[in-house]
């Protein structure tokens, strides 16, 4: 692995052109973080109706990015090359999701990233929660309650994803209310 800095000037789209150095020199990238300002985001959104997606419109800060490029045709990956962003609004309006159309580089955009090449892949198998409790856990089902762990997995979307599987950055959140200063004491 090596790490990078990339550095996208203003009017580019940065997922395509990281995907793009990528293929260029066949190799697998993971975006790390990065930071600068984009403009016109559009997301998908976690619902029931598949390719459902919002674009918010102006300027928006970088508050985390992250993605995995995979080299050649990504193998057996099906998220490959997804980009994955929260982004801060000229309010403190905070946003995030996969990214899911252009990605427009408003000004200067730095990503940090490390390259990897010739990745082995292993597909693992499901655990299946109903044959363990079949086959008798021997009590330890008590110990889960207790240490507050679930056996209950989430019901699949209808594209696969489990609402679940989202990561705190991915989801929507709407803007806190501002708590004022203590006022001074008196004198």
Not at 158 to 171: A, F, K, L, T, W
């Amino acid at each position: 692995m090596n790490p990078y800095v990339l550095e996208l000037p203003a009017g580019v789209d940065v997922v395509e052109s990281t995907t793009h150095f990528c293929r260029k020199r066949n190799t697998g990238l993971c975006v790390l973080n990065g930071n600068g300002v984009v403009a016109n985001v559009t997301l998908k959104q976690p619902s029931t109706t598949p390719g459902t997606s919002v674009a918010f419109h102006g300027l928006f800060d970088i508050l985390s990015i992250s993605a995995t490029i995979l080299p050649g045709d990504g193998g057996l990956a099906s998220g490959n090359g997804q980009f994955s962003v929260s982004v801060a609004g000229p309010q403190g309006q905070v946003v995030g999701g996969i990214v899911v159309g252009p990605l427009l580089s408003a000004g200067t955009v730095y990503l940090i990233a490390a390259t990897f090449n010739n990745p082995s892949f292993h597909r693992l198998q499901q655990v299946d929660y109903d044959q363990d409790k079949a086959a008798g856990d021997g009590g330890h089902s008590s110990r889960k309650a207790a240490s507050g762990e679930c056996d209950a997995a989430a019901a699949p979307e209808s594209d696969g994803i489990s609402m679940y599987s989202y990561q705190p950055s991915d989801v929507i959140w709407a803007p806190n209310a501002r708590q004022l200063p203590p006022p001074p004491p008196p004198y």
